[in-house]
């Protein structure tokens, strides 16, 4: 049977692979940078006109389908993830990395159609690494199959995490909480690549063992959390549920038993959902 998203999809990467080009090339500009939530959540011209530039081209091969994007919903728009067939946009995950020219950057872009993910794309754009997940079909990472650590050992692993754009002092106190439990389990490292997606793409590809983060945005883990599950792996909210990419929580592991481990020793807290309204939060 013909796949229905594949197209889409198809479209999806060479979308991501112009939006790459369009990053590394404004990489050599003088950026403006300005400031979002906090003096730390960054936000460049970039962003905004590589989020245009998906969005314009998607609207022309798919005019019926929706979009949640970052600098869309930034600028003020719902953060609505409805039934219909809807494009999850981080225009670049790791805009801090992009300011300081640390070299991983990423274009993610999700796709859900009745709120199950289709398709994941994470083009890395520095490390021209493009992985790509359709549900069902596996994970790649430059056409290569991709796979988890097959390790079982926490105490063998390298755990990704960040450690956010709050500053404010009682969400410092538990992500440092948080660190603290899982380096002295002890794992072997704690790493972080500065994009979400980029972290998710490292738990596919089985260089760390797991990844979790408090404070991430649907659009930061939309294509990455399809990446990860169509590689093996498990995801996991922090208090152990099921994960629910509106809550700004995630978990992604390599296995259960490693994800259900970290959720041991996180200090958890609930940043306001994705789908609040800032009138409601
Ligand atoms: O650089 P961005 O898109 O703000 O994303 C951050 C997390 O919110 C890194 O993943
Ligand atoms: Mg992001
Ligand atoms: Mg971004």
């Given amino acids: 049977m013909a796949d229905l998203w594949q197209n889409a999809m198809d479209y999806a990467v060479a979308i991501a692979r112009k939006a790459g080009e369009v990053v590394r090339d404004a990489l050599r500009d003088d950026m403006k940078v300005m400031t979002k ?3 730390v959540d960054l936000v460049t011209q970039t962003d905004q006109k590589v989020e245009q530039l998906i969005i314009q081209s998607v609207k022309e091969k798919f005019p019926t389908h929706r979009f949640i994007g970052e600098e869309s919903v ?3 728009e719902a953060c609505d993830l409805t039934d ?6 981080d225009p670049i995950d790791g805009t801090t990395n992009f300011v300081h020219a640390f070299p991983f950057v990423a274009v993610s872009i999700g ?3 009745n709120k199950q993910s289709e398709f994941g794309v994470v083009y890395s754009c520095l490390e021209d690494k493009m992985f790509t997940a359709r549900r069902g079909k596996g994970a790649f990472c430059n056409g290569e199959p991709l796979k988890v650590s097959d390790q079982e050992d926490i105490k063998q692993s390298i755990i990704a995490t960040e450690f956010g754009s709050s500053r404010e002092p009682e969400a410092v106190d538990k992500i440092f909480s948080s660190l603290r439990n899982i380096l002295c389990i002890p794992v072997h490292g704690v790493r972080g690549a500065g994009s979400a997606a980029i972290n998710m793409c ?3 590809s089985g260089c760390v063992e797991a ?5 991430i945005h649907i659009w ?3 294509a990455g959390s399809l990446i990860v599950s169509e590689a093996g792996g498990v995801l996991m909210d ?6 629910d990419l509106m809550s700004r929580r995630i978990v992604a592991a390599n296995r259960r038993a490693i994800a259900e481990r970290i959720v041991k020793e996180i200090d958890s807290f609930s940043p306001p959902r994705d789908d609040t309204p800032p009138s409601k939060q």
Avoid: N, Q, R
């Avoid at 219909?84 to 946009?89: C, F, L, N, Q, V």
């Fill in 37 to 39: 939530s906090s003096s």
């Fill in 74 to 76: 930034a600028a003020g």
């Fill in 84 to 89: 219909s067939p809807t494009w999850i946009i």
């Fill in 111 to 113: 796709f859900s159609v």
């Fill in 202 to 204: 490292l738990v596919a």
């Fill in 211 to 215: 990844y979790y983060e408090i404070g």
């Fill in 220 to 222: 930061d883990v939309a």
């Fill in 238 to 243: 922090v208090e152990g549920g099921v994960v």
